[in-house]
């Protein structure tokens, strides 16, 4: 599905969420969870939850929430959040008009250099198994297959997903 009124090579560009972008972060969310097969979060989404929750990521300590814009709008997202123990666990989306389009792997390549900064000694992720741009993307970037989780996920289909443990090294 293409955009109207953005070019298809419109410049991407990464930079920190702030709280003004929270409910287009939010509303992003909500139309990738409404796909129902690629995250974790499945409609109907509790919205009201999900803003509370990105505002205190947006400020917390221990997250790094970025967002990709291009043509002046958000068109990708991505979240860590740092455990003490030196991992940082990955999430990311991105708008499905703009996917193909590199913005993943902009979001990705600033994702790991912030989470080296961060001093994190490792990116830790869980993707579904069917979802072969995310794996695709993550292995180009470097990741490995750590783990395989089976039906572990209960979906409100009443379905048992299986789900792939990834990781990418800093040290
Ligand atoms: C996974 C996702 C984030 C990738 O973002 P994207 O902007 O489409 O990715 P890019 O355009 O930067 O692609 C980078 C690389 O990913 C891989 N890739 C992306 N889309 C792919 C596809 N449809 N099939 C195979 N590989 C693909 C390729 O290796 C590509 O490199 P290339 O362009 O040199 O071939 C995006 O598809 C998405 O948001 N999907 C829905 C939500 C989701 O799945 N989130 C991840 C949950 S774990």
């Known amino acids: 599905m293409e955009r109207s009124g953005s070019p298809p090579g419109a410049a991407v560009t990464v930079r920190d969420a702030t709280p003004a972008d929270v409910d287009a972060l939010v509303a992003m969310l909500v139309e990738v969870a409404g796909e129902g097969r690629w995250i974790g979060v499945e409609a109907p989404v509790d919205v009201d939850r999900r803003r509370q929750r990105m505002a205190a990521d947006v400020e917390a300590e221990d997250a790094i929430v970025l967002v990709a814009e291009a043509g002046g709008e958000p068109v990708g997202q991505l ?3 740092l455990a003490p123990y030196g991992v940082a666990d990955l999430g990311m989306l991105v708008a499905a008009g703009w996917r193909g389009r590199g913005v993943g792997a902009a979001l990705l390549a600033e994702a790991v250099r912030r989470a080296r900064e ?10 579904w198994p069917h979802n072969a741009a ?5 292995e180009r970037f470097g990741f490995r297959r750590e783990g395989y989780l089976r039906r572990h996920y209960r979906r409100r289909s009443g379905e048992l997903w299986d789900a792939v443990m990834m990781g990418l090294p800093l040290d």
């Open 79 to 81: 979240g860590l959040r």
């Open 118 to 127: 961060a001093g994190a000694h490792k990116i830790a992720l869980q993707v």
């Open 134 to 138: 995310a794996i695709a993307l993550y």
